[in-house]
């Protein structure tokens, strides 16, 4: 989990309910695809990730539309830039219970392959 500063401090954090909503309403089919989205760069995919972690999180909808103008702002006044929002969506995917329950199970975690 991670804090986020958009239109107030909100917790970003990787559990079922986004990840369910990142199948039905983007079309991602696993943990893998989320990883390869982050490690490619894709950063149209930033404000679709953050909606999908708030929710997850909170409980709550805050639109996607709504998202992208907080962070299209946030990034004109310098409060981020698009590689501190890179990592800090990865590090949410990354140290989730999702991911660390692969642990042990003999299935390799998603996203150490890639150089």
């Known amino acids: 989990m991670a804090?986020?500063?958009l239109d107030r401090p909100r917790a970003l954090s990787f559990g079922f309910s986004a990840l369910r909503y990142l199948k039905a309403e983007h079309g991602f089919k696993s943990i893998?695809?989320?990883?390869?989205?982050?490690q490619d760069g894709d950063f149209t995919l930033v404000?679709?990730?953050?909606?999908?972690f708030i929710l997850a999180d909170e409980g709550e909808n805050l639109p996607l539309e709504q998202v992208d103008k907080i962070l299209d702002a946030k990034m004109a006044a310098g409060k981020y830039n698009m590689k501190d929002l890179m990592v800090l969506l990865e590090e949410v995917v990354s140290t989730s219970t999702l991911v660390k329950g692969l642990e042990g199970t003999g299935?390799?975690?998603p996203g150490k392959n890639k150089k």
């Open 3 to 5: 804090i986020i500063e």
């Open 32 to 38: 893998d695809a989320i990883f390869e989205v982050l």
């Open 47 to 52: 404000p679709v990730l953050v909606t999908s």
């Open 107 to 109: 299935k390799k975690k």
